[in-house]
């Protein structure tokens, strides 16, 4: 934009409107620039105005012209069309954009050099230290755990703290940025912090030393009494209700509200804090806490759902809180339950109690864990059957509330990989060697600080043999859906994987699921220099769209050692025994997930309905409010399941046997 110097016509007209400035040489307006739209302003420093030539509708519906009325500038520059107004201190250091609205603020400045919270560091974890994270705009889940967790391989981390470091300083200015199209309504202090462009902040208390990266496509949106202090808040997310942020990374599309709490942590995508407390924790996708007595604290939690209570104790008062935990990803939390860190809990598994033993049950994903008089008991396998699991799996990807097209978080929401079946595979090998060691006819098993009873030992392996029969064959069944073959051979050439990456352990890097091999790849090749932040976060979105190809080898792999032989020698026979397996299995476990529902609609959970008549009365109450069984969304949607699935295996299996010879 083209700026030139006010006419002396101009001066004499702002100065009749109550306008000053210590120089008005360094006022610079432009060129259609009309001073009727500035008054009882006061200029100090270099500014430049630009034009006001509309008028702006206020929420309520009053409409006001654009222009700075009552406000104080220091070294600003304002965009065409901004409404300034009624600014109770100063603005200062700022660039405003275009279109954007300020009224009724305290004070909005930049003091000094500053990164707008690029390269703050977040002891997140450990309170005591070791794992402090640089947090910077771009900051995605995968590359948060690698920092995080990987802290063996220290010239590979400081590698990543050098590139990091170097983005804030390319980040840092003396001169603030509020982008275009900007809402800023009866605010407090604002200080030290970028805005990006459709950003709404509304009875904001403080904010200091951050950077709120709104765009058009998924603006932010800060509430009544907000607090951020060392903070990046990414595109999407809404904080509102006095909520405190302090010393904390906001991914894309989280929701804070009703007075939460959150400290010395990292939160990514579609997290949801209301009420509670959140202290040096690693909030992977989906972490969500909505009850005010829950504290998550010095923990890494994924696709987390918190019950009212839950608790976790890092401090033993000895050498001070030190201690950390881990939840897999799916973990649940049932109300009062507790949790004594270190301890880690496997995938999809269910907490319910105290629990004071350090367990770890990361090798036996899908279970209860309950207390019993003060013993911790595991159920193995148990929330595999249970309609909540299956529940989880289908809403989180409908409650992706990301909107911005650069997404920073791979996200796989997949119940069933290689990921957990590895670890249904291992469990099964626990068991196994549980039952070898103390006898099949051993009442309870010890393991790991937890009590296993026989009975759930012997289910727990069945319902792991299930899921992993419905795994392999969904892998399977998936791979010859994809192609068409008409003899044995074809059918070989076409169940040949793509490539030999996918063998081995898979880890789960806060919500990507990747082969461990190629995250060593990464690894090394940042450790060896020469990849940036950019070439980083593309190599992990890499990974993460070449899943389904890496899925197939790892099935496969496991496919070959049912099967006793390379997929070169694989018989028709053994393909269909597969495919009827999974047939089998799918179908026993939507049964047992529609037996496990059918509960919600007993009598016990008929108690309260139809309060003042008798039991009819009560049957048709709770008809009314939560419907019948049988008309259930989710019932209907498993009976379809079970049919869909059913005729797919039919279909395969007769296809197999229409082979040509």
Known sequence: MNYRSL??????????????????????????????????????????????RREIELPGGLTVHTGIYNATLHNCEVGDDAHLYNIHNYIANYHIGANTCIENVNAILVDGRTAFGNGVR?????????????????????????????????????ELEWMIDAYAEAQASDHGYIGDNVRILNCGSIKNVRVGDYAELTGVSRLKNGTINSNEAAPVRLGSGVKCVDFIIASGVEIGDSTLVDKCFVGQGCIFDKHYSACESLFFSNCQGMHGEACAIFAGPYTVTHHKSTLLIAGMFSFLNAGS??????????????HQGVAERGAKTTSDSYLLWPSKVGAFSLVMGRHTHHADTSDLPFSYLIENNSESYLVPGANLRTVGTIRDAQKWPKRDNR?????????????????????????????????????????????????????SLRHGRELYTIGIQKFLGNSLI?????????????????????????????????GMLAPKSEVTN??????????????????????????????????????????????????????????????????????????????????????????????EQAEADFEEVRGSFESNSFVKAVLEHIAKKTALGNQILDRLGNLDN
């Not at 030999?500 to 806060?510: E, K």
Request: some cysteine.
């Open 522 to 615: 990464l690894l090394n090749g940042i450790e060896e220099g020469g990849l940036t932040l950019a070439a980083i976060q593309t190599k992990l979105q890499e990974m993460h769209a070449h899943y389904y190809s890496y899925e197939w080898t790892w099935a496969l792999d496991k496919l070959e050692q049912v099967w006793g032989c390379s997929v070169e020698e694989v018989t028709l026979e053994q393909l269909c025994e597969t495919v009827q397996q999974w047939k089998e299995a799918v179908v026993g476990l939507d049964k047992m997930v529609y037996n496990d529902a059918r509960k919600e609609f007993d009598l016990n959970s008929q108690t309260g309905f139809g309060v003042d008549g008798d039991r």
């Open 122 to 158: 977040v002891p997140v974890m450990n309170e005591g230290g070791g794992r402090e994270i640089p947090i910077f705009n771009e900051l995605s889940a995968s590359l948060a755990y690698i920092l995080t967790l990987y802290r063996h391989r220290p010239a590979m981390i400081r």
């Open 309 to 322: 209570g839950s608790n976790q104790s890092n401090h033993m008062y000895k050498l001070g809180p030190i």
């Open 7 to 52: 006419t002396g016509a101009e001066i004499a007209q702002l100065k009749a409107q109550g306008c000053s400035a210590k120089n008005w040489n360094d006022v610079e307006v432009a060129e259609a620039f009309d001073a009727r739209y500035v008054r009882e302003t006061n200029f100090s420093g270099k500014n430049r105005i630009g034009a006001f």
């Open 403 to 455: 909107k911005d097209p650069n997404k920073l978080d791979c996200i796989n929401f997949n119940l069933l990989s290689p990921y957990t079946v590895q670890k249904m595979w291992r469990g099964r090998e626990v068991l196994d060697e549980l039952q070898a060691l103390s006898g099949e006819n051993t009442e309870v098993y010890g393991y790991k600080n937890c009590k296993i009873r026989n009975s």
């Open 478 to 510: 998936s791979r010859l859906e994809k192609s068409e073959w008409r003899t044995m051979e074809e059918v070989r050439a076409a169940l040949r994987p793509d490539s030999r990456i996918g063998l081995g352990v898979w880890v789960d890097l806060a």
